[in-house]
């Protein structure tokens, strides 16, 4: 905790005096920790509701690119094919565009993330498959 105040060009004395005052009080101390040790603030109970909605709408959204080839086609096997081009693509939209916004590059981010998902949904239609039969 100290180094933080340290940080600040303070003196030994007052880091000293200011630590201990912070130490006195385990809610005061928590909360200094939570917010400039670890960067974390304390969540909003609002936002909750709004947090589910916006996960839930993208799980949902989400299993309907895998899943949208078998309402159009009539042959499995063909939804099949298609189901997994149609999710090597938006993989590799979706892995862009989290690199692109992040701190990677969109071509390295997007062919990571779908090649990493790709394989284990190769097994899983596999195994899907071999279920089936």
């Given at each position: 905790?100290a180094?933080v105040?340290?940080?600040?060009?303070?003196?030994?004395?007052?880091?000293g005096?200011?630590?201990?005052?912070?130490?006195?009080?385990?809610?005061?101390?928590?909360d200094f920790?939570?917010?400039?040790?670890?960067g974390?603030?304390?969540?909003?109970p609002?936002?909750?509701s709004?947090s589910?909605?916006?996960?839930?709408g993208?799980?949902?959204?989400?299993?309907?690119?895998p899943?949208?080839?078998?309402?159009?086609l009539r042959?499995?096997?063909?939804?099949?094919?298609?189901?997994v081009i149609?999710?090597l693509?938006?993989?590799?939209?979706?892995?862009?565009i989290?690199?692109r916004?992040?701190?990677?590059g969109?071509?390295?981010t997007?062919?990571?993330?779908?090649?990493?998902?790709?394989?284990?949904?190769?097994?899983q239609?596999?195994?899907?498959?071999?279920?089936?039969r």
């Open positions: 905790m180094h105040f340290r940080s600040y060009g303070l003196d030994e004395a007052t880091v005096t200011v630590v201990t005052a912070i130490r006195s009080e385990r809610k005061r101390w928590v920790m939570m917010k400039f040790e670890l974390l603030e304390e969540p909003d609002k936002r909750a709004r589910a909605l916006t996960i839930a993208s799980y949902i959204a989400g299993g309907m690119i899943l949208a080839p078998y309402f159009f042959s499995i096997h063909s939804a099949l094919i298609v189901s149609v999710t693509l938006a993989l590799l939209v979706f892995g862009y989290k690199g916004f992040g701190d990677r969109g071509r390295r997007g062919s990571t993330t779908s090649c990493s998902t790709r394989s284990r949904k190769s097994w239609d596999l195994s899907s498959r071999s279920i089936s």
